[in-house]
């Protein structure tokens, strides 16, 4: 090679040559995907460090505070003794055990509950995840929406986000959720739905199916089982200020032995429809802001603590 060569060759830029991958680094791969690429995508199971399967293997729904009320009407009820109970379960997801205001944070008594209840959770079982619901039908504004999870994220730190939408709504704002989804992700959080099932946001990493009539609609199953994220079953609650007929059949109508069939029948059932019962341990709410209370229900306690060791 002759010596004009060898000069030319030096004064080439070395920009060309660290993006082949010849500077420091790891030769020859490719820069990490930024944020965005993670939008409309669930989180894989190297993310979560574990698998889907292990983090919803025992679901157990607990509503504690309600719109920024305190759901449990008897006095021995505190939020060590729910942390308590909800231990006794074994669970490795808790969900709804808040749900804050519409466009609010939760204030100090809501986030000292939530703080009490997980740790005296996760003092024996410190891999339990825990969830927060919030409303997202109404939000316009990714920005803002993020702000405000940012917001409650200081409070209480939630490992998922469960994003409430009206079971009557018949649209949501899809670069506002797609945004607030995307930022959940990349700081580890999941991101779950609970609305109606036409309208699901692109990217969620567990779907809430509600069992109207206290029935599981098999072909509405099958068509969610595309998506390949775990589905929750839950209770119909009240929404709104307008208590549904059935959470009021389930409250009022039903005795200790009609309830503990219907939870029996569910759960039977979890395998074959590919869904996950949510056991309604504090649930569902009735107007106003009170939640149904199964400790109070020893046939039913008996059933779900016999459920969850048998199909759980």
Request: with cysteine; net charge neutral; glycine share 8%.
């Amino acid at each position: 090679m002759s010596l004009r060569l060898l000069l030319l060759l030096s004064l080439l830029p070395l920009g060309p040559l660290l993006a082949a991958g010849g500077g420091r680094g790891n030769p020859g791969m490719a820069s990490p995907s930024p944020p965005a690429d993670r939008v409309n995508r669930p989180l894989t199971a190297a993310e979560l460090k574990t698998s889907s399967r292990t983090i919803f293997q025992r679901v157990i729904q607990s509503r504690v505070y309600h719109l920024g009320s305190w759901t449990l009407e008897d006095a021995s009820h505190t939020p060590v003794t729910v942390g308590r109970t909800l231990a006794s379960l074994r669970p490795t997801f808790v969900t709804g055990l808040v749900r804050v205001t519409e466009h609010g944070i939760p204030g100090n008594a809501e986030s000292e509950a939530y703080t009490t209840v997980r740790t005296a959770v996760r003092t024996s079982l410190k891999g339990c995840l825990f969830d927060v619901v919030i409303d997202a039908g109404n939000e316009t504004s990714g920005s803002l929406f993020i702000r405000r999870i940012k917001e409650i994220d200081n409070r209480i730190h939630p490992d998922a986000w469960t994003l409430y939408v009206p079971p009557d709504d018949t649209s949501i704002n899809p670069e506002a959720l797609a945004e607030a989804i995307a930022y959940a992700h990349s700081q580890g959080d999941m991101v779950g739905y609970d609305g109606p099932l036409s309208i699901i946001p692109e990217g969620v990493d567990y779907i809430v199916v509600r069992a109207w009539n206290f029935e599981v609609n098999r072909e509405q199953l099958e068509r969610l089982a595309s998506r390949r994220v775990p589905l929750i079953v839950e209770l119909p609650t009240t929404f709104g200020n307008k208590e549904h007929p059935d959470c009021s059949r389930y409250i009022r109508d039903m005795d200790g032995s009609e309830r503990a069939a219907l939870l029996t029948r569910l759960a039977m059932n979890q395998s074959s429809g590919g869904y996950r019962l949510a056991y309604p341990l504090f649930y569902p709410v009735e107007s106003p802001h009170r939640s149904f209370d199964a400790t109070k229900d020893s046939i039913l306690m008996v059933t779900i603590r016999s459920l969850l060791a048998r199909f759980n």
